[in-house]
């Protein structure tokens, strides 16, 4: 990992308004930057944290994207969530102080670092500050729900056409296109992650495009259907700013 310059204030940050700076005074924000001064960029494939690391920090993602990985007592590895600009890593080490994952660079990203011990002090100053991260382990929480009721999903086409929508919206709350992205991941993370071979994940979006559900360039997903491929999913896909 390497420290980058910190040309970029929260102030000016292009997804400020999804991480904890989000409803803040600007006078607040000044106070915040003076603890998250540190940015870090990650290279693709390294890792921002190691399962068993103590809880320092949290990691609020400027750029890129990253997976977290859990490590089951046989040594068998779980992906249990992608990771996009403007959310954070690292709440799910806030009860035992270790972390219970490791977190990866899917591609070159970039982090800020935010040491909890002080934001904690800070939050006790600024009421929209804990506010803001009361919110975010609440987030954390429904991330959790939907995972779950993503893996419950009785067929593989769904599972995969869920994902798809999910990620669709979450580039939408970024201000992006819900209808193109570059799914970062590969196959094969995308199948640890549903549960699926990545032979089933190769056919099924073979299978989506031949249905004229997306169109698939390498990595780069087209969704030309979303309402069909929002019907497969089991969900609603009325998204603000979709372009």
């Known amino acids: 990992m390497i420290n980058s310059p910190a040309a970029i204030s929260c102030s000016n940050c292009s997804v400020r308004r999804l991480c904890l700076p ?8 000044d106070r915040l930057e003076n603890i ?5 960029l990650i290279k ?3 890792t921002l944290y190691r399962s068993g690391d103590p809880f320092q920090n949290l990691y609020a993602i400027r750029s890129g994207s990253l997976k977290t990985v859990v490590i089951a007592a046989d040594g068998d590895t779980q992906v249990t969530h992608f990771a ?4 954070l890593l690292g709440l799910d080490a806030y009860s035992s102080r270790i972390h219970p994952s490791y977190a990866e660079a899917l591609e070159d990203s970039s982090v800020c670092l935010l040491p909890f011990g002080h934001l904690e ?22 991330q959790e729900n ?3 009721m993503l893996l419950g999903k009785r067929s593989a086409d769904t599972r995969l056409a869920a994902l798809l ?3 669709s919206s979450r580039y939408a709350r970024r201000g992006y296109s819900p209808r193109e992205f570059v799914l970062s991941m590969p196959r094969t993370d995308i199948a ?17 495009q031949r249905e004229g559900l997306i169109k698939v360039s390498g990595r780069t997903i087209e969704i030309l259907d979303l309402l069909a491929l929002s019907d497969l999913a089991g969900t609603h896909c009325g998204y603000e700013g979709e372009q």
Request: glycine share 6%; proline share 3%; charged share 25%.
């Open 121 to 142: 002090i800070l939050a006790q100053q600024v009421p929209a500050l804990q506010q803001q991260i009361y919110s975010l382990f609440s987030e954390e929480l429904r």
């Open 84 to 87: 996009l600009p403007g959310e």
């Open 22 to 29: 989000a409803g803040l005074a600007q006078k607040d924000i």
């Open 146 to 148: 939907e995972i779950l």
């Open 44 to 46: 693709a494939g390294e």
């Open 36 to 40: 998250t001064r540190r940015k870090k």
């Open 192 to 208: 640890n992650y549903l549960g699926l071979t990545a032979e089933t994940v190769s056919r099924l979006f073979s299978r989506f």
């Open 165 to 167: 929508i999910n990620i």
